[in-house]
């Protein structure tokens, strides 16, 4: 690498061109060696992408999500929305706009919850671009889970193979509850890449009709072995339960990327809405569907059941985005995707 001795204020934005000059020790010709040389022609670039907001209004709960739109003054390298160290990938629309659902992390406190848009050019230059936003902060629930000796003999042998160093099955259940429950949410944030660059689904999501509701979203668990405490996990989707093995409906028009055995999860479907925007249906017994089909909204994918981590047969249902798990009751609300996203999807500045 060479560096070049100039201040970037001697460096002007635009066309450029390096001449690289070699000259070798050789005595010919005439003792005063060869010289080759290459001309390079670039851009110079040393000015950040700038940053406009089209939405004005982002108002979110903790555990929710949020759309914010803007546009960008040149082409860049990545683009998104920024809260802490996590990312949400913003994607260019046909309009030549830019969209970003991002969310308000269930794991995140009001103090800390700061927002950023962020946009990096091809040249690497980076500007952030902060926006007007409330928030609401909400309690999640508490719940104690009793594991009995019955539930560990059940479901641990299939996960014994993946933990052969545990002791007992209580060994194995806290290796799958920690361990495995990490992988599998982070493959999560691999298949959250997956996804269209403009929406997909049309309208309210589906709530699997004629359903219980078993546990909530973010329900923090403190999980009890023979009246000790042995772990704590937070359950990040919506379990819902009807009759056994009851057929599944996609809950919007999308694209299937994930049809197979998945950890905890058992055997999952996950369907691609557009925007980095997921569904994940946990636990089922029978899948219908494979990856890359297109499905529509209400169309069966497949049966519930017991797979996976599941005491008893129900579907877990999970909205992911861009690899986080959010509250899945948003999108079940027509009224709030039309006001908080479809409206500004739509939205176009007075010209």
Known sequence: NLELPFESSEIK????????????????????????????????????????????????????????????????SRTGVQVGDRFFPG??????????????????????????????????NERQAGFYYHTNSKPFRQRDITINQQFLDAKMPPFADRFPEAGSPLEVFIRVNQTLRAQNRAFLGELSHKTSPTPLWSGAFLRQPQTATLSLFADARSY?????????QTHLGIDLAST??????????????????????????????????????GHMSRINVNVGQEVQKGQIIGNSGATGLAGGDHLHFGVILSG????PVEWWD???IKNNVTAKLEQRPQK
């Open 13 to 76: 934005n635009g066309p450029a061109q390096l001449r690289v000059v070699a000259v070798d020790q050789s005595l010919f010709p005439l003792g005063s060696g060869s010289t080759s040389e290459q001309t390079f022609s670039f851009e110079i670039d040393n000015r950040a992408p700038t940053i406009s907001l089209l939405s004005r209004a982002h108002n979110l709960y903790r555990g929710g999500t949020g759309l914010v739109t803007y546009t960008l003054s040149e082409v860049v």
């Open 91 to 124: 994607y260019q629309q046909p309009s030549g706009d830019y969209a970003c659902l991002f969310a308000f992390p269930y794991d995140v406190k009001t103090k800390d919850f700061i927002p950023k848009v962020l946009a990096v050019d091809l040249a690497g």
């Open 334 to 336: 027509g009224d709030w």
């Open 324 to 327: 986080l798990p959010v509250a």
């Open 224 to 232: 009890y072995y023979q009246g000790k405490k042995v772990d704590q």
């Open 244 to 281: 056994a093995q009851a057929p599944l409906e996609a809950a919007n028009h999308g694209t299937v990327v994930y049809a197979d055995e998945l950890g905890i999860y058992g055997q999952c479907v996950i369907i691609d809405h557009g925007l980095g925007l997921q569904t994940l249906y």
